[in-house]
Nanobody, 131 residues
């Protein structure tokens, strides 16, 4: 099972980017897979990791004061993906962005359905905002 953050890149001040955090089974044969609560973090060079936005499995959201009104977190359960829409980007938004998520899945082991769940951190995606 994999959790992948993507969508980073280079953007000018005031621009927008949309990050994705997606769960997949890779090469595993799964009966189902779901992404639960997701936290988006970021870490700028030389700084501590900062919680940017969170979304529960039910869709409730929270934001850091530094991004309120500019970032929107949302989810598409059919695609097992959570998005972070970032607008009005500033140079101080430059960082590596990570998603942490609870992922649950099912598979068949020796003919018996089995359920699993784990907390994952996706590989980061770099966002660079140039002034």
């Amino acid at each position: 099972v994999q959790l992948q953050a993507s969508g980073g890149g280079l953007v000018q001040t005031g621009g927008s980017l949309r990050l994705s955090c997606a769960a997949s089974g890779g090469t595993l044969r799964l009966t189902h897979i779901e992404i639960g609560a997701v936290d988006w973090y970021r870490q700028a060079s030389g700084k501590e990791r900062e919680l940017v936005a969170s979304i529960t499995s039910g869709g409730s959201t929270k934001y850091a004061d530094s991004v309120k009104g500019r970032f929107t977190i949302s989810r598409d359960n059919a695609k097992n993906t959570v998005y972070l829409q970032m607008s009005s980007l500033k140079s101080e938004d430059t960082a590596v962005y990570y998603c942490d998520a609870r992922v649950t899945w099912g598979t068949i082991v020796d003919g018996t359905p089995e359920e699993y769940g784990m907390d994952y951190r996706g590989k980061g995606t770099l966002v660079t905002v140039s002034s």
